[in-house]
């Protein structure tokens, strides 16, 4: 069994084998892209107390200005006393955390990542698949609990660690907790579609798209949600700097990315690293409905090339990146994020794209519709449903798509409009104030989101392509 893989035990679907394992091999739960149990509030062997202590005094050591004195007097501890898959997640939600408190938690961002947070993070991030950032798995996959079973209950979830200490971000990370808990049940659904696309079970597939309809319906009820406890302002300037990557953040103050260290002993061994922050573009639920519907996106949109991060060097003071080169394809932003999903869920995601395409099947239904005349009928009730269905599903992820483009001009771009009136002269250097300072040529707000993407462009586009797809 893969070491990230669901035990049998922890599913029991009523659809067929396949949709089974393929769930259980690429550890999607019950709970979806969640875990099946809460995750763990603290890792078990006292041994790392050190970093449980720092992740659970964070807000007040930010607030302070202490948190990178603690940080660097800190040892480097192994990992080798972490037992399980959930210690392991547990691991990389603190490291994570701590990562980003370290680099944004000052006047200035700090560019050097010590010894004491770099060296076991990076062993975490490689065993879970993933880069050594605050991804959406560990700002939000693993860093809840609840009062109850219902994680899609989201007014009894709790975030287990915040930057701020606030209402609000606790608020911000659980709400797409309860989105993904919401969406898990059209997961099983929408892979018997997709297996259902080689006999043409017209039937089955049309079930599953109403299913996913309604489910993306109450997705977007949730998202609209975020306003009552969490306040745009205090969104933009107290908790988005924190979630920024060290991609594309040139204006925030890190023109070569983070060095990580990777030696104890030697502090000049290590590597400049360029990573997106963590974003709902990197949420295995959303792009899962792209992949059903067949949404294709491209990478026009996702903002001006930058600098490839440089390669591995042996000195802290290595030259600045060379640029990016110019003769291979560059994958699209949703096609990159995917290496910032846990390896299972990404594999999951090629698995379901390779069973079939039921957007494909729409377009030659649609095509046999259109030759219909008042006479001569070419498609069966059941296809005529099916493109109903589908239609219907396109348009209500558009729809969601919008209500996000809402979201993000009243969370970003109002208040980074308002910052920019105000000026920002003196203020603290991190995505907020350089935010405030970006526009393009014709003086509009040209902001970045925390995953590095020209924001407002990428999200229109994304929506675009997605009512696209139900064009058929």
């Not at 950032?133 to 560990?138: D, F, I, N, Q, S």
């Not at 696309?197 to 109403?210: F, G, N, V």
């Not at 974003?279 to 409905?289: D, L, R």
């Not at 396109?394 to 910052?419: D, E, G, K, S």
Request: glycine share 6%.
């Amino acid at each position: 069994m893969s070491p990230h893989a669901v035990p049998p035990s922890e599913m029991g679907s009523p659809y067929s084998d396949n949709v089974a394992y393929l769930m259980q091999k690429h550890a999607v739960t019950s709970n979806g892209f969640l875990p099946a149990k809460a995750p763990l509030c603290r890792l078990p062997d006292m041994y790392y107390l050190p970093w449980e202590r720092l992740a659970n005094e964070m807000p007040v050591l930010l607030d302070n200005g202490t948190l990178r004195s603690r940080v660097d007097a800190m040892d480097v501890l192994s990992t080798e006393f972490l037992r399980s898959e959930p210690e392991w997640r547990r691991a990389f939600v603190v490291l994570s955390f701590l990562t980003h408190a370290y680099v944004w938690g000052g006047q200035e961002p700090a560019e050097i990542l010590p010894a004491s947070i770099s060296v076991p993070f990076l062993e975490v991030a490689k065993v879970l698949e993933l880069p050594p950032v605050l991804a959406y798995a560990g700002s939000n996959l693993w860093n809840f609990t609840t009062s109850g079973r219902d994680f899609t209950d989201v007014d009894s979830l709790r975030c287990l660690h915040t930057f701020t200490g606030t209402e609000d971000e606790s608020w911000f990370f659980v709400i797409s907790v309860a989105m993904e808990a919401q969406a898990a049940s059209i997961i099983p659904s929408s892979l018997a579609a997709l297996e259902a696309i080689k006999t043409r079970d017209y039937a089955t597939i049309t079930s599953a798209l109403a299913e996913m309809d309604a489910c993306i319906a109450k997705v977007g009820a949730l998202i609209e949600r975020m306003h009552e406890r969490c306040d745009p302002d205090v969104f933009y300037h107290k908790i988005r700097p924190f979630l920024a990557g060290s991609k594309n953040m040139e204006a925030a103050g890190l023109p070569r990315g983070v060095f990580y260290s990777e030696s104890a002993t030697d502090p000049e061994k290590g590597e400049w690293r360029q990573l997106r922050g963590g974003s709902n573009g990197q949420s295995s639920m959303i792009q899962f409905f792209d992949v059903v519907l067949g949404v294709q996106h491209t990478n026009e949109g996702n903002g001006r090339p930058s600098p490839a991060a440089t390669p591995a060097s042996s000195s802290r003071s290595s030259p600045e990146p060379m640029a990016a080169s110019t003769t291979a394809p560059k994958p699209s932003f949703h096609e990159e994020v995917r290496d910032y999903m846990p390896g299972p869920h990404r594999r999951f995601l090629t698995a379901a794209s390779q069973m079939g395409s039921i957007h494909e099947l729409a377009v030659s239904v649609g095509q046999l519709a259109s030759t219909t005349t008042t006479t001569t009928t070419t498609t069966t009730p059941e296809q005529d449903a099916f493109l109903a269905a589908y239609k219907k599903a396109t348009q209500t992820l558009t729809a969601f798509r919008n209500i996000h483009i809402q979201i993000v001009t009243r969370y970003i771009i109002l208040p980074a409009r308002r910052a920019g009136q105000k000026g920002t002269t003196g203020a603290k250097k991190d995505l907020a104030s350089a935010s405030a300072g970006e526009s393009d040529d014709n003086g509009a707000p040209e902001l970045k989101g925390t995953g590095g993407t020209t924001l407002i462009p990428f999200l229109k586009q994304a929506r675009d392509e997605t009512s696209a797809a139900g064009n058929v």
